[in-house]
């Protein structure tokens, strides 16, 4: 056995009490112990409430939460929903740095306001189906859904609440929180045009995609408006992943004539400057490079990433606010929030080489 250089220390478990054998051991009522357990305390004395937690912490009792989740109407449960793309059925999705951001918000919110969360990856409708049938969730929050017309099926099929994010369709009957996902890549590209760019590369899967849609359609936008014309060669459909971001990036460089590449994710922007530096560029003396987000990825990233701020804590928040408030009744009218969009310059822009 490894020889470590402290002491790694037990918590001996006393066995799994139930609320049964607590009562017996305080000499109270099963009831008593449960008004305890569940912060009901104004109807036991202190003296008894104070008598009932000593035991709880000696004998390190924890309630069974499935148990009481399906038989209690209120579980306490939220679930997030991550649609799982072909692509990453096989990869890990807290490496998606908007993700992992998103999801940290969410779990810290509903904590301090008393739920636990629970993270599921689906591919289909049927799947979410059948983890709410074995959940008595109280909720849940669905990010980017893909599968527009399952959707419609499974709005009928459930009855809890369930707030979707970036899911454009104004006729939708439910709650919505959406971005200005055209205006984030309008107002990059426009920037990159004013710094004198005319080459310019975009990084995004907009096919079949309504979210990287709109946000091609920003960058065609900015290059209407200034008359230079779409190059279908500095169009790269591929997935928003860092590794996809590398093999552009790659290729991008290897072209040599574009100047500026704009994406639509951090994480994506990181694969590009880094496939770029691959083939001896210099970001941004000879790429600039746009991303996508303001997670904490871009201001990490060596130089500074330019990037589209979506406001990503602001807009998780207004998501589980707008839950909490279905789950608690406070509101029954259905929502779509757009939510607005800045953009962050960094170090990784400038203006084009010399000899472009």
């Known amino acids: 056995m490894a020889n470590f250089p402290f002491k790694i220390s037990l918590i001996q478990e006393k066995g799994n009490m139930t609320i049964k054998e607590i ?27 104070e008598k009932i937690n000593k035991i709880i912490k000696e004998t390190h009792y924890a309630p069974n939460l499935n148990a009481r989740s399906l038989l209690s109407p209120s579980s306490k449960i939220i679930a997030v929903f991550v649609p799982l793309f072909e692509k990453q059925k096989r990869t890990n999705l807290f490496l998606n740095p908007y993700l992992s951001e998103m999801i940290g918000i969410f779990e810290e919110y509903f904590r301090e306001k008393g739920y636990y969360s629970m993270l599921r990856s689906i591919d289909t409708v049927d799947s979410i189906c059948s983890f709410i049938d074995n959940w008595n969730l ?3 929050i669905m990010v980017y859904p893909y599968l527009e017309k399952e959707i419609y099926i499974l709005k009928k099929e459930i009855k809890i609440p369930l707030v979707y994010m970036d899911f454009y369709n104004t006729d939708f009957d439910g709650l919505t929180i959406n971005i200005e996902d055209k205006k984030g890549t309008y107002l990059s590209t426009k920037y990159l045009i004013e710094l004198g760019h005319k080459k310019i590369a975009f990084v995004g899967n907009y096919y079949n995609n309504h979210l990287v849609t709109a946000r091609y359609e920003g960058y065609k936008q900015a290059l209407s408006e200034a008359a230079i014309p779409i190059n279908e060669n500095y169009i790269y459909n591929v997935f928003p992943d860092y590794n996809s971001g590398i093999i552009a990036g790659r290729d991008i460089a290897k072209k040599r004539q574009i100047t500026a590449v704009v994406t639509t994710a951090d994480f994506s922007a990181s694969g590009v400057i880094e496939g770029a530096r691959d083939m001896g560029f210099s970001i941004p003396k000879d790429l600039s490079v746009t991303g996508y987000d ?12 330019t990037t589209v701020d979506q406001h990503i804590d602001k807009k998780a928040k207004f998501a589980a606010e707008l839950l909490i408030d279905r789950i608690s009744g406070k509101n029954e009218l259905n929502q779509h929030l757009i939510l607005d969009v800045d953009l962050v310059k960094r170090g990784s822009t400038s203006k084009p080489r010399k000899d472009s």
């Open 138 to 140: 109280d909720g849940a």
């Open 23 to 49: 009562a017996k051991k305080a000499g109270v009522s099963n009831m008593t112990v449960s008004n305890v357990i569940n912060g009901k305390s104004k109807k036991v004395s202190k003296a008894t409430a």
């Open 294 to 305: 303001n997670t904490l990825l871009s201001s990490l990233s060596y130089p500074k990433l």
